[in-house]
């Protein structure tokens, strides 16, 4: 483990957590993998043991600590030999629990966030649904608030923890005419009337419980609403980088126990009198495999310390879970050639590994959905933010018809305009857009930058089409890539041109 990411007070916490799978899970992991269930006392001991919360604060019974003990967690999780148990705790800490830790009322997060972190409780995210996975947006699940209540109807599916857990983090749509602004998120308890559950029978994660879950006339308490209505999209969209950071180094993590336990086979078993790892084809297999392997962790621990030091690193996680669960795969496969046929037996861990490491390309976001996050931001100059929830912020709350003429566009976005710039200092200069039949024009010689739609000269003008405005607004376009890829055009002083990226940036 490199010194660089990690201190000596990690990897004393390491040597801690190492100690306590090796006696209390490891062990059991084959007889949980074949009742399908983890009892909960493991949970409860790891509690106990302060393993759980790591970066949750102490009020709430969490240990307040840096995201690179959370990368030791999830590693050590994913080296037991069953994916199924690392998911389980997963799922709790980096996929469910967050939503209420940020967004949450100071009720939600007393009233739930102790019992996740000690141990004696469960959660889970219920977003797939049978019609809508990847496409969060079209989901179908409503909740209707009625009184002092929401009204739960629709299914969800594939949901991990929904058979033997305590609630879910369940995606809704509080306003189904609203697209992504209608969609929230509520705390559902599990055991609250009008929940059905359908136990799945899944390839692999056998010893974690997964579900269907319908919803008919659920009764949810209106103070169970995480953060505000509408807002449930925005916060998923922030919280999916958290999500697939974790699976990545689960699968790195994965397939170095994996390397190892087949370099260990290869050392005992023998064929034509010899070691078989004494075979050029399998050691330059395995070297290949470690070599990957450790590119991989590295660029992985590099996206773990960007979430560490609060960026959003939106291509560098989708980058770092495309890569580690397509080599966990990979990894899988050729270990599991190296066994031969007990490869293919279940008394060798190989075959379990190869079945539970087949879900990483698809849960959080499948392979395909990575591939085109990164197409879009590496060819299309699309940016991602992170979304906010004040209401006058474009990319969240203005919905421009193509239908509109520019001028009622221009109407329409000027106020928002002039609250980006009011938050930056004057530039000093003056700057106008051009689109041709219209303008948009930046004083910012006095106090505070002026905005208008007047047509005077500027000290620099900034040639673009008005669509490529809007997605200069949105963040959606890059400013530098946009006058770099010939979008943008820059007539005039181009210092002040420069300007752009800290009005737009």
């Known amino acids: 483990m490199s010194n660089y990411h990690f201190t000596e007070e990690h990897l004393m916490f390491q040597e801690s957590l190492k100690a306590f799978m090796k006696k209390e899970v490891i062990p059991n992991i084959d007889i949980w993998e074949e009742e399908q269930r983890i009892p909960t006392e493991v949970w409860k001991k790891m509690g106990d043991l302060g393993f759980l919360g790591l970066g949750f604060p102490e009020e709430f019974g969490g240990s307040d600590?840096?995201?690179?003990?959370?990368?030791?967690?999830?590693?050590?999780?994913?080296?037991?030999?069953?994916?199924?148990?690392?998911?389980?705790?997963?799922?709790?800490?980096?996929m469910s629990s967050p939503y209420i830790l940020k967004h949450g009322?100071?009720?939600?997060?007393?009233?739930?966030?102790?019992?996740?972190?000690?141990?004696?409780?469960?959660?889970?995210i219920a977003i797939t649904e049978p019609s809508a996975g990847s496409d969060v947006a079209n989901i179908k699940t409503t909740a209707t608030l009625e009184g002092d209540h929401y009204i739960l109807n629709g299914s969800k599916t594939f949901i991990t923890n929904a058979v033997y857990g305590d609630f879910v983090i369940c995606v809704v749509k509080t306003d189904v005419s609203a697209g992504p602004g209608g969609v929230s998120l509520l705390v559902v308890d599990l055991d609250?009337?009008?929940?059905?559950?359908?136990?799945?029978?899944?390839?692999?994660?056998?010893?974690?419980?997964?579900?269907e879950l319908s919803f008919d006339?659920?009764?949810?308490?209106?103070?169970?609403?995480?953060?505000?209505?509408?807002?449930?999209?925005?916060?998923?969209?922030?919280?999916?980088?958290?999500?697939?950071?974790?699976?990545?180094?689960?699968?790195?993590?994965?397939?170095?126990s994996a390397l190892e336990y087949t370099l260990q086979y290869m050392s005992e078993r023998t064929a034509f009198n010899r070691p078989i790892n004494k075979f050029q084809v399998l050691r330059h297999r395995m070297a290949q495999l470690a070599s990957e392997i450790e590119a991989c962790k590295q660029f992985v621990l590099h996206c773990s310390r960007l979430h560490n030091d609060g960026k959003y690193?939106?291509?560098?996680?989708?980058?770092?879970?495309?890569?580690?669960?397509?080599?966990?795969?990979?990894?899988?496969?050729?270990?599991?050639?190296?066994?031969?046929?007990?490869?293919?037996?279940?008394?060798?861990?190989?075959?379990?590994?190869?079945?539970?490491?087949?879900?990483?390309?698809?849960?959080?976001?499948?392979?395909?959905?990575?591939?085109?996050?990164?197409?879009?931001?590496?060819?299309?100059?699309?940016?991602?933010?992170?979304?906010?929830?004040?209401?006058?912020?474009?990319?969240?709350?203005?919905?421009?018809?193509?239908?509109?003429?520019?001028?009622?566009?221009l109407e329409t976005l000027l106020d928002v305009i002039k609250a980006k710039t009011a938050k930056v200092d004057p530039i000093g200069h003056t700057l106008k857009f051009d689109f041709g039949e219209e303008q948009l024009y930046i004083d910012g010689k006095g106090d505070v930058n002026q905005v208008s739609t007047s047509n005077d000269p500027a000290e620099c003008v900034i040639e673009t089409s008005f669509e490529d405005f809007i997605a200069l607004t949105k963040g959606e376009l890059n400013p530098m890539a946009a006058v770099m890829g010939g979008k943008v055009k820059i007539k005039g002083d181009m210092s002040v041109a420069m300007k752009l990226q800290t009005i737009f940036g």
């Open 65 to 94: 600590l840096d995201f690179f003990y959370d990368v030791i967690f999830v590693e050590e999780i994913a080296k037991v030999f069953s994916g199924g148990f690392a998911i389980t705790q997963a799922v709790v800490q980096y």
């Open 105 to 124: 009322s100071q009720q939600l997060k007393e009233k739930y966030l102790p019992k996740l972190i000690s141990g004696e409780a469960i959660s889970g």
């Open 192 to 211: 609250a009337d009008g929940i059905q559950k359908t136990k799945l029978k899944k390839l692999g994660w056998h010893a974690s419980d997964t579900a």
């Open 217 to 256: 006339n659920v009764k949810v308490p209106k103070e169970n609403l995480i953060g505000q209505e509408g807002q449930g999209f925005y916060y998923l969209m922030g919280g999916l980088q958290l999500e697939r950071l974790v699976g990545a180094i689960m699968g790195y993590a994965a397939s170095e």
């Open 313 to 409: 690193a939106v291509k560098e996680s989708s980058m770092a879970k495309l890569l580690a669960t397509e080599l966990s795969d990979k990894t899988m496969t050729q270990c599991l050639q190296s066994f031969g046929g007990y490869g293919y037996m279940e008394e060798y861990k190989i075959a379990r590994m190869f079945r539970d490491s087949r879900i990483g390309t698809i849960g959080g976001g499948t392979s395909e959905i990575m591939r085109e996050i990164i197409a879009k931001m590496v060819i299309d100059d699309v940016s991602y933010e992170k979304s906010t929830e004040t209401k006058n912020e474009i990319n969240t709350n203005i919905n421009l018809k193509t239908d509109q003429k520019m001028s009622t566009q």
